[in-house]
């Protein structure tokens, strides 16, 4: 059975104060989980966690993983601009974009950021807006099907990023003859993989290529970008990722591949963002309807705008009723929000225990792709964020968003927003 991070007692506490529904993430397992994910690469000198802001946008989380030493990989002006704020800056920065406006290529540059560009027009397209800097990578995309013991992972040939491998050494030369001097090499081929052997896998691939771009180019190879796509456990019969069999695994290829080339100073970067905080958060919300019609219903205060996987992907979240772990799962319900769309709900047909107007309950492995995908349909508000901190306190780390929130883009038509506020 999967354990909350919290208890009904704290969880009491901190509703007195932030109504809920809230996202709440656990300080002490996200610095547990990257000291685990450092030792396991602490084989590999450069090794460095650039986290995935996309995952979750929030400057107290990133000062967490800035304190443990992790960069940050952004992929937008705004990213980059929270990542400046927080005090990232240079080689704690990673780019990588797609279908990139010029100015987001511009702030990249004036921080020094590392740049992984997404295509070979990017090339030209980078030096017109900001120029080339002195160390950059380049996304593979090696088409076809990634598979690892005969299971489909995923489908390259239908991603839209990356460069092919014919672009890959045409893309190389041309940035050598703008001044390029060391390069790097990224791929992200499968997502939410908990298979320990995802890792190793994409390592062969992007070590093999790297070899082969050498050779053919004469380029410095200085760091290679195994990117994210360690999946977790989000149903409790799944198994986490053995990190560090995956360390072992990714050191054995390494070994194999890159040090017999010469290229034992390669440096390996991971650009996590699932692994490094999903598990370490979760959306706390109350029981505030329920329904008997062809079906049992309940429904929260919090709905799909606050947690769209289960919306977007029919994603698994597992449940708990707050202070009901240890009665009988003899009830079946749907778990549902209150957007004007079926798709809004949280769970079907889930076994639990029985539920009560004014239950608190806990929604598991929020703590990346959760907040973040949040949006204001039907006028619902993005929630509040809560620390809950190493020593048992807690701290707001962004306040509920509220009806003047909603209503501030329409300041341009001054004389009705006047009228509200
Ligand atoms: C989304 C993304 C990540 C993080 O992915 P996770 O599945 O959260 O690990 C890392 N790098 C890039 C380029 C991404 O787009």
């Known amino acids: 059975m999967k354990k909350t991070f919290v208890t009904l007692d704290q969880l009491r506490e901190i ?59 952004c992929s937008s ?41 997404d295509d070979i027009t990017d090339i030209d397209y980078l030096e017109k807006v900001a120029g080339i800097p002195e160390t950059i990578g380049c996304r593979y995309n090696p088409g076809g099907l990634f598979v690892i013991n005969n299971e489909i992972m995923d489908t390259p040939n239908e991603a839209k990023y990356g460069f092919t491998r014919e672009q890959l050494t045409e893309g190389f030369k041309r ?15 499968a997502s939410n993989t908990v298979a320990n052997e995802y890792y190793p896998n994409l390592a062969k691939v992007l070590f093999e290529t790297a070899v082969e771009l050498k050779n053919e180019t004469g380029a410095h190879i200085e ?28 050191r054995t290829v390494y070994e194999k591949v890159l040090i017999p080339a010469g290229m034992g100073d390669v440096k390996l970067y991971t650009e996590l963002g699932r692994f490094m905080l999903g598990p370490y958060g979760c959306l ?27 919306a977007m992907y029919g994603a698994y979240h597992h449940i708990t009723v707050m202070g009901k772990e240890n009665e009988p799962y003899h009830h079946k319900y749907d778990i549902t929000g209150g957007l004007c769309e079926n798709n809004d709900k949280f769970a079907i047909d889930r076994m639990l225990p029985k539920i009560d107007i004014g239950d608190l309950l806990v929604i598991h492995d929020t703590g990346a792709h959760g907040f973040a995908m949040g949006y204001n349909y039907n006028g619902k508000l993005r929630s509040a964020e809560v620390l809950l901190k190493e020593d048992g306190s807690f701290e707001l780390i962004r306040r509920a968003e509220t009806p003047a929130d909603y209503f501030a883009t329409f300041d341009v038509i001054n004389s009705f927003v006047s009228k509200l506020f």
């Open 223 to 250: 760091f290679i970008d195994l990117s994210g796509g360690i999946g977790i456990p989000y149903h409790p019969e799944q198994q986490p990722a053995d990190i560090f069999d995956v360390g072992e695994r990714v």
């Open 77 to 117: 002006l705004t990213e980059l601009m929270l990542a400046d704020l927080v005090g990232f800056s240079g080689q704690e920065i990673m780019f990588a974009s797609n279908v990139t406006p010029e100015e987001d290529f511009i702030l990249a540059r004036k921080l020094n950021a590392t740049i992984i560009l």
């Open 175 to 189: 940035l050598q003859h703008k001044g390029v001097k060391h390069f790097g090499l990224h791929a992200f081929l």
């Open 15 to 73: 509703t007195q104060e932030y109504p809920t529904p809230f996202h709440l993430y656990h300080e002490k397992g996200i610095r547990e989980n990257i000291r685990q994910l450092k030792k396991a690469f602490a084989w590999n000198e450069g090794f460095k966690e650039y986290f995935a802001v996309k995952a979750t946008p929030n400057p107290a989380i990133l000062q967490i993983l800035k304190e443990e030493a992790a960069g940050v990989d």
């Open 284 to 310: 706390v919300a109350t029981a505030i309807h329920e329904k008997h019609i062809h079906k049992e219903y309940i429904g929260l205060d919090a709905c799909a705008a606050n947690l769209m996987r289960p």
